[in-house]
């Protein structure tokens, strides 16, 4: 029977640190949950973002995934080094900023990532996923956000949630909510509700540049309240592509559907 979380962190003297976005899971029933939600099967390599004192990364060790996880606040080495005792070969620690891992290198292709990520670097990380080449190196991503980042991941054209952001998640993947997992799960409570996302890539449509469809939502939803005959005034071509689409642009941003973006994308791409 593993030691209790509570205990393991308090023997190595760890509390979580503000500045690093640290909120600890202590509840290994909860844990095991998360680490289902990829259904990786056995030997299946997984890619954890700040395992902090390893209780994610246990429970995933426990259903037979290999394991490489990247800590950042060395405070936390010393209980993730008792695990590589513990599960010879199957998990490999590297200490430093996940932001300066190069991945392919450290981790393959075809891993799921699974991570409680610090709440100040997880939407840049979950960007950095989403970009590039396609298909990505990664095979699925499940990830714990703040509740109201995880509704824009998902959220559908005319919420108030929907934005770049669910745009950038859905256009060539598949976003869903897996999880809800409330405040007092935490240690300590953060201030709102979290949940976990699962995320698995989708066919990239054709003839589309994603740096172009980046820069079309930029520009629509960095002035959200205007017509898009306003806010895509910025982007060549824009205005002159919509009557083709059957896109009026008398919309708002928050109107228009990610294949419509994708559409007006691959129109200009094709024009350029």
């Known amino acids: 029977?593993?030691?209790?979380?509570?205990?393991?962190?308090?023997?190595?003297?760890?509390?979580?640190?503000?500045?690093?976005?640290?909120?600890?899971?202590?509840?290994?029933?909860?844990?095991?949950?998360?680490?289902?939600?990829?259904?990786?099967?056995?030997?299946?390599?997984?890619?954890?973002?700040?395992?902090?004192?390893?209780?994610?990364?246990?429970?995933?060790?426990?259903?037979?995934?290999?394991?490489?996880?990247?800590?950042?606040?060395?405070?936390?080495?010393?209980?993730?080094?008792?695990?590589e005792t513990e599960f010879p070969g199957r998990l490999r620690i590297i200490s430093g900023d996940a932001l300066d891992v190069d991945e392919r290198a450290e981790v393959g292709s075809g891993a799921h990532i699974v991570a409680n990520l610090p709440y100040n670097v997880g939407t840049a990380l979950l960007l950095r996923w989403l970009?590039?080449?396609?298909?990505?190196?990664?095979?699925?991503?499940?990830?714990?956000?703040?509740?109201?980042?995880?509704?824009?991941?998902?959220?559908?054209?005319?919420?108030?949630?929907?934005?770049?952001?669910?745009?950038?998640?859905?256009?060539?993947?598949?976003?869903?909510?897996?999880?809800?997992?409330?405040?007092?799960?935490?240690v300590p409570p953060p201030k709102v509700a979290s949940a976990v996302v699962h995320i698995v890539p989708a066919p990239e449509p054709a003839g589309v540049d994603p740096h172009l469809l980046e820069r079309l939502t930029a520009a629509a939803f960095g002035q959200r309240r205007k017509m898009l005959r306003s806010s895509l005034k910025a982007v060549p071509g824009a205005l002159d592509a919509l009557p083709a689409l059957e896109i009026d642009s008398q919309r708002r941003a928050e109107t228009v559907s990610v294949e419509e973006y994708v559409a007006l994308a691959r129109a200009l791409s094709e024009a350029s």
């Open 1 to 83: 029977m593993p030691e209790p979380l509570r205990d393991l962190i308090a023997r190595h003297g760890l509390q979580a640190t503000k500045s690093l976005g640290q909120n600890f899971i202590l509840d290994r029933q909860l844990l095991a949950r998360i680490a289902a939600i990829p259904g990786a099967s056995e030997n299946a390599t997984v890619y954890v973002v700040g395992p902090g004192p390893g209780g994610l990364t246990r429970a995933l060790l426990d259903t037979g995934a290999r394991v490489v996880a990247v800590e950042r606040d060395r405070r936390c080495l010393p209980a993730l080094a008792e695990l």
């Open 131 to 186: 970009s590039g080449q396609w298909p990505p190196w990664w095979t699925s991503l499940t990830l714990m956000f703040q509740r109201e980042v995880a509704e824009r991941i998902v959220a559908q054209p005319g919420s108030e949630h929907y934005g770049r952001l669910s745009v950038a998640s859905q256009w060539r993947a598949t976003p869903r909510i897996a999880l809800a997992v409330h405040r007092s799960a935490f």
